[in-house]
């Protein structure tokens, strides 16, 4: 999987705009809209899975902490209480190191996925950019 710090870096080299090349530019949009867009979508999918693995992980410690688990658990991993009432079992839930594991997970792909539609409005406002730099020299030259 890709990480944040590769998809910053990548957009790094990619947001740079050849001045001398706004030709290659311009048709290099549609490639570049295609590649974040791919990350995008990658992204978003494996978030999707992640809340289903939150659900399943919250169902399966609620069962253990209100000590409706299956008995091999408590063998494994005893829990000397049963937690009846739902601000206690909040907080416990809360607590989990297996649930918040996996709901800090989901917050990373959330900073990922608000970078990459950042980085693909760039991309759809480059063909302006583009444009406003060559009327820009055709203004500086004296053909404007």
């Known amino acids: ?20 090349n706004l030709h290659t530019e311009s048709l290099n949009i549609p490639v570049l809209h295609s590649k974040y867009y791919d990350i995008y979508n990658n992204i978003l999918l494996l978030r ?10 919250r169902h399966e410690r609620y069962e253990y902490f209100s000590g409706k688990a299956d008995p091999n658990v408590y063998i494994k991993d005893p ?3 049963k937690i009846r009432d739902k601000e206690t079992m909040q907080k416990y839930l ?13 917050d990373y792909y959330d900073t990922m ?3 990459l539609e950042e980085v693909l409005k760039q991309i759809t406002n480059r063909t302006y950019q583009i ?8 203004f500086s030259s004296g053909l404007g």
Not at 1 to 20: E, G, R, S
């Open 1 to 20: 999987m890709i990480d944040l710090d590769t998809v910053q870096k990548m957009w790094q080299n990619d947001a740079k705009i050849d001045p001398d």
């Open 48 to 57: 999707k899975k992640a809340e289903q693995q939150r659900k399943n992980i």
């Open 79 to 81: 829990f000397p209480k």
């Open 94 to 106: 809360d607590a989990d190191e297996k649930l918040s594991a996996v709901s800090l997970k989901i």
């Open 113 to 115: 996925l608000k970078f």
């Open 131 to 138: 444009k406003n730099a060559i009327e820009f020299m055709r």
